[in-house]
């Protein structure tokens, strides 16, 4: 025996093999000799870890260290550090996704700590080519005492009491398929592995060959007991060469042992396996066709009965089960059914091996208990997703599966729940799918590679699939007709009734679980010809111009300011937006947050470009406007003069309309004027675009307030054709807390407001602001301003899901704005009728709500108050219908806000159309600008019969762009601003325009996604 | 190798847990060999060498092994730190091979601290 101070396990599997493991292995153990410690540290070679994503990976014992994404020339300062001189090489280490923490023990990384390994317990811990390792850990223990102490009867109970289900996806439960096959007659019985493992994403299968086969062979000799069988065959895809090379050492080293083969460990049992290569058709994997494979003829499954339990090889009684189920068995049997269903839920128990992909931070390979939450799967032990996205949907069981979306994160993950959602557990493939996924194509790829691999034995699968295939590419294509979703649904049902096997009775899951929750998605590629996540190259001309609400030509202005071309630039834009300077200030930027450069290094400020374009602009510059005697005569009623009228208004202009505009406040802008405080967006550059519309023809009627001056009817009876509503939802909502009308609590819109209008509104001296928004960080950086002594704002979640934009966040941090995460109001405190402080409850996060976000809950016992003068709530807002609509019948949608046609902003009365806050609740300008170019577009058309927005024609660009060059090697113009001394106590604009040469670079940085070769 | 029995496996499963054990974390012991330039140039190397000598005779699995930088007291290297689960840790100072062997004798297995060795505590 040899004993080294030192194991240093070296992860490789194939994953890390890819990635160079065997290159560092060489280089660790040159290193290791050259420094003479060959006989003080020991190199072991495992199967995979798990977190391929990381690789190569390396665990150091005995301190359980563990090392990511080496690199042969990390190691001579590795070993010197390390194995010399006892430090830890922190740079090597793993770093949490989300709070850059670094983590230096294995079992402290959320990832591997959060699992419950029973399948992998041997990964990354055995060298999976030396027998006795396993031994060590208990292999072969299970099989020693079904061989010496039990019968094949007490053998199948005991498999039968532990409620194991078949891993390979269907889920029958184990026992019960051993016991149907026990009691068929005949002396020869096979016992077949299935590792066809095909599932695109999966590799669930290949790991455990790969770090522990022992587990496997074990569980099959333990099956050939209980049914009966002396020969066995494990079906194992020719693509998997290293789990086949490792089955090979495996199979020859137990038969050395004699632990396969005649008088298996002097018992009496016989038994032997051959590993069988199957050439990688997905049907394959289908138990029939598999066993016809292994009969030597083309693998095509067959009609069951007689179910392979009755005969199955070459006519015989056959077992088939699934790598993961095998590897359960050894367990199972030494350590007993009631270790084993200890876990995991009423109908589903132990554990399941999830093949982790997609957009998710941690890659890999995952154990975990039957009934865990989907949420934890995806954000404790994946840590999220990439780059801070949004979740949309996690695709389980493959191309057999479905998708599950965001509002089902609390799932415990068990064979009915998923079902239940209309995914499969199948395999344990599961690709997490971020906001930049697209519905449709990700069913579109599913159903290829199922049409692809369908064998064309029976016609609902070869021709269905095909036709269902075409219709959605069709989709894809903008090609879609209306009616294609219900002829998908109506095909998909039927092929699922009547295909021959498995894949063909699964495969229009995809399509039809993302019609059932993304039918939206689908609806906007038909109709709309759209793709909301910017994926579809047929509907997408550039990802940035895709996400724009209003679909502004973001390549075009942004290549012509790099032209230094500032005036068409200006013209372009005010094609599709007319709030060209508003948005260069205080637009979202949706565009930024789909920039194609973000893979390269950081996305475009496209806003900050914006922004200097406009500040080169002498007077307004306006597109195409077209006279039209006859539209000038048409009256037309544009209700609130925010974003969303003063479009409408706008783009009516541009059509020959002369519409008027009513508005209760005495200043245009609406929401924009009201409530967006001077320092993001000064007053001048709102009045300047505001005039410029009133240039086109378009009347503003100040001081008019619906509901009091006039109301929708009556606006009807003056003669009004068309009315458009654009009032958005101007209350603050409550808090619903007791105190709540003490004087010095307030709403954010109010707040805001009433600085905004009058120029004056308390300050206060121990400011709260209660919220996570923009307006909850508008109203704390307002009052900063003018004069609080200490401004706190409180969030009932954490920072990670604050919806206010991350910039203004940041900005209000450094102006002093104390920020309390975790904190919900109970009550205002009252002294003499005022505020004086309020009454909080500490919060922990909880289960996942319908938005994907964790809900937070009151910890018990954890009260507090905070001293306050002034209370600012900003946690919603609301609209009052009665004052809107005053006798009129509108509908509402399940929000509570308008129901208006997607396309083109009527309400339920012919002659009312609505856009903006008002038909989606609180959002932002430039959606606002868009809907009123849509309700523009659809009064015309409702006037005229006939489509006349030619703007919405693409111009042709005349930039210059070569697309044989390198990008630019720049990096993000970096935002500028005042300093603090510069900005406190006054509205001055905090943020500077770019200089001259940087807007121009910037511009330049554009990849220029709109480019397609010319044929 | 030859064919075995399930009396082997039971054999085979103790003698390679003896030399595996140290990947499951449970450990009697940690023994710290200083090896900063300084400790390797008094001799830490024998140290170590001569510890990895005891622990192969002895045949335990459960004494951890590792090595530290420069603790700043380089005119007493060789030194080693013991830490008994659960007790303080004692500093030895100036040792080799044959002051190591006691040590592991008579601390590490026998749990008596060595005090004609030790340098401190902690």
Known sequence: MKVFRSHLLLCGGTGCHASGSQAVKAALIEQINKKGLGEEVKVVETGCNGFCAQGPILVVYPEGVVYMSLKPE???????????????????????????????????IPFFALQELRVLRNRGIIDPEVIDEAIARDGYAGMAKALTE???????????????????????????????????????????????????????????????????????????????????YIYCRAEYPLAIHRLNIATAQAREYGLLGQNILGTGFNFDLDIYQGAGAFVCGEETALMTSIEGKRGMPRPRPPFPALSGLWQKPSILNNVETFANIGQIIHKGASWYNSIGTEKSK??????????????????VPMGIQLGEIIYEIGGGIQKGKKFKAAQLGGPSGGCIPAAHLNTPVDFEKVTELGAIMG???????????????????????????????????????????EMITDICNGKGKEGYIEKLIELGNSIKDTALCGL????????????????????????????PAGVCPELVRAPCQNACPAGVDVPGFVSLVGEERYSEGLKLHRERNPFAEICGRICFHPCESKCRRSSLDEPLAIRQVKRFMTGMEKEPLLPEFRESEINATRKIAIVGAGPAGLSCAYFLARLG?????????????????????????????????????????????????????????????????????????????????????????????????????????PAGNNVVVIGGGNAAIDAARTALRLGAKEVTLLYRRTRFEMPAWAEEIHEAEIEGVKLNFLVAPIEAVSLNGRVSALKCAKMELGDYDRSGRRRPVAVKGKDFEVKADLVISAIGQYLDEKEIFAGLNVEMNKSGYVKVDPLCARTSVEWLYAGGDVTVGPSSVVEAIAWGEKAAVG???????????????????????????DPIDAKRAPLLNLSLSERMGNFKEVEKALPAASAVCEAKRCLRCDYRAES | MARITVGDLKKIKERVHNETALREGVHRAKVTVHMGTCGIAAGARGVMDSLMGEI??????????????????????????????????????????????????????????????ALAKG
């Not at chain 1, 194995?83 to 079992?107: C, D, H, N, T, W």
């Not at chain 1, 990700?442 to 021709?463: L, N």
């Not at chain 2, 100036?94 to 005090?115: A, C, E, P, T, W």
């Open chain 1, 504 to 531: 063909g009775q699964t495969a229009p899951n995809p399509v039809l679980s993302t019609i059932r929750y993304f039918r939206d998605e689908y609806e906007a590629h038909i109709l709309e010809k759209r793709c």
């Open chain 1, 74 to 108: 990390d190691m001579p300062e590795l070993v010197e550090e390390h194995f010399i001189k006892g430090r830890i090489v922190q740079r090597l280490l793993y770093r949490e996704p989300l709070s850059k923490e670094v983590i230096p023990a294995m079992k402290d």
């Open chain 1, 657 to 761: 309309y002369k519409p008027q505009v009513f508005e209760a406040a005495p200043r245009a802008g609406g929401m924009m004027v009201q409530t967006i405080p001077e320092y993001r967006l000064p007053r001048q550059v709102i009045e300047k675009e505001v005039k410029m519309i009133e240039n086109t023809g378009v009347k503003i009627n100040y001081g008019s307030r619906l509901g009091r001056d006039f109301t929708l009817l009556s606006l009807r009876d003056q003669g009004y054709e068309a009315v458009f509503l654009g009032v958005g939802v101007p209350y603050g909502s409550k808090m619903g807390i007791p105190g709540e009308d003490l004087i010095g609590v307030t709403d954010a819109i109010s707040y805001l407001r009433e600085y905004n209008l009058t120029g004056k509104a």
């Open chain 1, 150 to 232: 039990m019968t094949p009867e007490a053998i199948i109970k005991e498999v039968l009491d532990s409620g194991l289900r078949g891993r390979g996806g269907a889920g029958f439960p184990t026992g019960l398929k051993w016991k149907f096959c026990s009691q068929s007659p005949g002396n020869i019985k096979y016992v077949i592995c299935n590792a066809d493992e095909g599932d695109p994403g999966a590799f669930m299968d290949r790991s455990v060959l790969e770090a522990d086969p022992h587990a496997v062979i074990e569980g099959m000799v333990i099956a050939a007991k209980a049914i009966g069988s002396s020969h066995g």
């Open chain 2, 56 to 117: 192969a005779a002895a045949g335990i699995s459960d004494v951890v092994v590792t090595t530290s930088g420069c603790a700043g007291l380089c005119s007493q290297e060789p030194m080693l730190t013991v830490e008994m689960t659960g007790e303080e840790p004692i500093v030895y100072s100036k040792i080799d091979g044959n002051k190591m062997r006691q040590i592991f004798k008579g601390h590490i297995l026998g749990g008596v601290v060595q005090s004609q060795f």
């Open chain 1, 350 to 367: 132990g554990t399941k091996v999830f093949a982790l992909t997609g957009d998710v931070n941690n890659i890999g390979l995952v154990e």
């Open chain 1, 939 to 965: 009064i015309d058309q409702a006037l005229t019969g006939t489509d006349n927005a030619f703007w919405r024609k693409e111009k042709v660009l005349d930039t210059f762009f070569d697309p044989e060059a």
């Open chain 1, 427 to 469: 395999s344990g493939g599961l690709i997490v799918l971020d906001e930049d996924k697209c519905a449709v194509d990700v069913a579109r790829f599913f159903m290829d590679f199922v049409q692809e691999e369908s064998c064309g034995k029976c016609p609902p699968c070869r021709v269905g699939t095909k036709r269902m295939l």
